[in-house]
């Protein structure tokens, strides 16, 4: 079974930066994501990247957000740049293809 420890989150001030890890227990061999879920709000995948590193984002942090992988580390990273309020949320990692179980996720609050 799959599991994920997210950390790196943060208080920031606008235009701040910050990078979140997920340590992965279990096979690495993936497409893996991060998403996020602000406060009322639904979960909401923000970034991919395929295990040869192929990526993708959401319009809303395309630009800002980096996601990379060190697969021998069988972690995964969020590099988040122009930091905005509307970041704010508690972020996840998983896989994207076949959920496994969420970890506690990491919080990001974006000061405004």
């Known amino acids: 079974q799959v599991q994920f420890v997210e950390s790196g989150g943060g208080s920031v001030q606008p235009g701040g930066s910050l990078r979140l890890s997920c340590a992965v227990s279990?096979?690495?061999?993936?497409?893996y994501g991060w998403y996020r879920q602000a406060l009322g709000n639904q979960r909401e995948l923000v970034a991919t990247i395929s295990f040869g590193s192929n990526t993708n984002y959401a319009d809303s942090v395309k630009g800002r957000f980096t996601i990379s992988r060190d697969n021998a580390k069988k972690t995964v990273y969020l590099q988040m740049n122009s930091l905005k309020p509307e970041d704010t949320a508690v972020y996840y990692c998983?896989?994207?293809?076949?959920?496994?179980?969420w970890g506690q996720g990491t919080q990001v609050t974006v000061l405004s």
């Open positions: 998983n896989r994207v293809n076949e959920l496994g179980t």
């Open positions: 279990g096979s690495i061999f993936s497409i």
